[in-house]
């Protein structure tokens, strides 16, 4: 299997610091990032600091993040193969108390950071004329919740699957393949003691682990011929429901 430099957003919890793990277990290099650079060092750490890792600290909505995650790679690593755009928040707050300030959070972390993280990183592919973007979005974007109120979370997080769809036929004959994995509810940090809560949602009666989406963020970015998709890591929420 191709050795491949790995970015990974949001590497410093839940799903964004197993698939930094796992990439690191099969023998890739990978770049790991998050905003808060404590909590980034302590995981660099706990990731064995060797030779194939490398950091860089910064909010992924500010594109010099993404410009400075890309020339680590090709400084450290010499190609810049895989971004995952993993680092995104979530809350809830009824659609009427929604203001500009809450919405922007949402905005500028989930979906321009998506964005420009890209933006930066598809030169490199492009000199390369081989790379690989993998967004984590969510099934909720096309099954709507009563009772959980997530407009703005799910208003940044659908745009990131028509992102994924465009960005996959502006780039495809320059064999750049772009594709989003969408979870169903992972047990991390995200969701503190309440990830099970939600157990019912899916057809399989469970939540998650963050295995389960490294596994398939591997296979995609390992695999020659899948993109512009949106792939269900979910448990079966998108095909309904447990009544419990
Ligand atoms: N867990 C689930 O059930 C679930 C389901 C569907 C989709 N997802 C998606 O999966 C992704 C990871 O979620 P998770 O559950 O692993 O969450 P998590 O444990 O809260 O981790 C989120 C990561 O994102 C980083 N982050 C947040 N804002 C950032 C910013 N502006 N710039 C750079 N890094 C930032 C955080 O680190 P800092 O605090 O240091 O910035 C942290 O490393 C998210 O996009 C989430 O929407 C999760």
């Keep these: 299997m191709k050795k491949q430099t790995v970015i990974v957003t949001g590497a410093s919890s839940g799903i964004g610091k197993e698939v930094a793990r796992y990439f690191l277990e099969k023998g890739d290099n990978v770049v790991i990032n998050s905003s808060t650079t404590e909590k980034l060092e302590k995981v660099y750490n706990e990731l064995g600091r060797g030779e194939n890792l490398a950091m860089v600290a910064g909010n992924v909505s500010d594109k010099s993040t993404g410009e400075k995650l890309v020339a680590t790679a090709v400084e450290k690593f010499g190609s810049a193969d895989v971004l995952v755009n993993n680092a995104g928040i979530f809350d809830t707050k009824p659609f009427l108390k929604v203001d500009e300030a809450y919405l922007d959070k949402f905005l500028d972390t989930n979906l321009k950071g998506t964005f420009f993280t890209t933006q930066a990183v598809i030169p490199q592919m492009l000199k390369q004329h081989d790379g690989v973007v993998i967004n984590i979005g969510t099934p909720l974007v096309n099954r709507g919740l009563g009772g959980v109120p997530i407009t703005a979370q799910m208003a940044s997080k659908g745009a990131i699957n ?3 769809i465009q960005l996959a036929a502006e780039f495809g004959k320059q064999n750049i393949r772009v594709n989003t994995v ?8 995200m969701h503190g003691d309440n990830a099970d809560q ?10 998650g682990e963050v295995e389960d989406i490294a596994e398939m963020v591997y296979t995609v970015a390992k695999s020659n011929f899948i993109t512009g998709a949106i792939i269900n890591v979910d448990g079966g929420i998108a095909a309904g429901h447990n009544l419990n």
């Design 198 to 207: 939600t157990a019912g949602l899916h057809l399989l009666n469970r939540v």
């Design 182 to 189: 969408a979870p169903g509810t992972i047990r991390t940090p």
């Design 162 to 164: 028509a992102l994924t």
